[in-house]
């Protein structure tokens, strides 16, 4: 198994303003993806974080606006940039060692005003 | 295109009770895995069970068992005894044996009544 710490877990932010959330696993992995989940809702793929390279984004969702980054198989960064009310969401950080199960982190509630 | 439908978006059951949560999914895919995953209000994710689409037999685990039909591409969730517990978000998911990504379903949020 893999515990995986989110950082922050809230945050209320000014539009305009970007935030970084932390993604931290506490065993090395293969995969690490994020999601974002409006409350009550499903999951939706932003991306995939590869490991020394740049991440591999879904259809609707761009570099510019969700830069990611993995230094190394335990962590990984999502910044939200110049951002608007619609941006908030839930953020959720993930993580699979092999095929067979994903990891989730808690969440990073993001509200924007 | 591959999807998962759940079209119960809210369910009840009294206390130690049973319950099953449909699942549908759509794929032309032949080996890939379906995932329950359990959403409580703390946001965290719990994997609840795992079924290989190569299996014949249902997953179990515990109170929690699959009826897992590939021809009909259906796999239900059993929560047998519901506890308070149990009480979540629940999110059917699939995922294909050559992909990385795993796909879900709306999610049913059920509810416990005591």
């Known amino acids: 198994s893999a515990v995986i710490s989110q950082k922050p877990s809230r945050d209320i932010c000014q539009r305009g303003t970007s935030l970084t959330i932390q993604c931290q696993v506490d065993?090395?992995?293969?995969?690490m993806f994020w999601y974002r989940q409006q409350p009550g809702q499903s999951l939706t793929l932003i991306a995939t974080?590869?490991?020394?390279?740049?991440?591999?984004?879904e259809s609707g969702f761009v570099i510019d606006k969700f830069p990611i980054s993995r230094p190394n198989l335990t962590f990984s960064t999502l910044t939200v940039s110049n951002m608007s009310p619609e941006d908030s969401s839930i953020y959720l950080c993930?993580?699979?060692?092999?095929?067979?199960?994903?990891?989730f982190g808690q969440g990073t509630r993001l509200t924007v005003v | 295109a591959q999807t998962v439908t759940q079209s119960q978006p809210e369910m009840s059951v009294q206390e130690a009770e049973t319950v099953t949560l449909s699942c549908t999914y759509d794929?032309?895919?032949?080996?890939?895995?379906l995932f329950w995953y359990k959403q409580p209000p703390s946001r965290q994710m719990i994997l609840v069970i795992r079924?290989?689409?190569?299996?014949?037999q249902n997953a179990t685990e515990n109170r929690f068992s699959v009826n897992f039909q590939k021809a009909a591409k259906s796999f239900s969730l059993k929560i047998s005894d519901s506890q308070l517990g149990d009480a979540a978000m629940y999110f059917c998911?699939?995922?294909?044996?050559?992909?990385?990504?795993?796909?879900f379903g709306k999610g049913t949020r059920l509810h416990i009544l005591p």
């Open positions: 993930s993580a699979m060692k092999d095929i067979t199960e994903a990891f």
């Open positions: 065993s090395q992995v293969t995969m």
């Open positions: 974080a590869n490991q020394g390279s740049e991440a591999t984004y």
């Open positions: 794929t032309s895919e032949s080996d890939y895995y």
């Open positions: 079924q290989e689409a190569y299996k014949q």
């Open positions: 998911a699939y995922r294909p044996l050559r992909d990385d990504k795993i796909i």
